[in-house]
Nanobody, 121 residues
């Protein structure tokens, strides 16, 4: 079993920045791909960004390319998402996840509990 806990959500003004963290515990010695998903009210949960344990070229959804950066510290079993140039449409609940190599909700093995991000003036 793997447990994921997100930190860092909150309220930010448009154009601002926010950094999310996700701490993993449990069977963290296994190689796995991690990622961030988000869900806005009335919308499906979408993959925002994913990165493999080997830190190979990460995946980004088109809507966040150039504004978000994903990274991970394997020694600390922690995943990060640096979000910049935030827009109101970036608002939603952000989930940390472990995925089976495809950054899509149908391929998620473990979910965190989620953290709310609200972009508003």
């Amino acid at each position: 079993q793997l447990q994921l806990v997100e930190y860092g959500g909150g309220l930010v003004q448009p154009g601002g920045s926010l950094r999310l963290s996700c701490a993993a515990s449990g069977h963290t010695s296994d190689g796995y791909t991690s990622g961030w998903f988000r869900q806005a009210p009335g919308k499906e949960r979408e993959g925002v960004s994913c990165i493999s344990r080997a830190n190979s070229v990460p995946y980004y959804a088109d809507s966040v390319k150039g504004g978000f950066t994903i990274s991970r510290n394997n020694a600390k079993n922690t995943l990060y998402l640096q979000m910049g140039s935030l827009r109101p449409e970036d608002s939603g609940v952000y989930y940390c996840a472990v995925v089976a190599n495809v950054c899509h909700r149908d391929y998620v093995d473990y979910w965190g509990q989620g953290t709310q991000v609200t972009v508003s003036s």
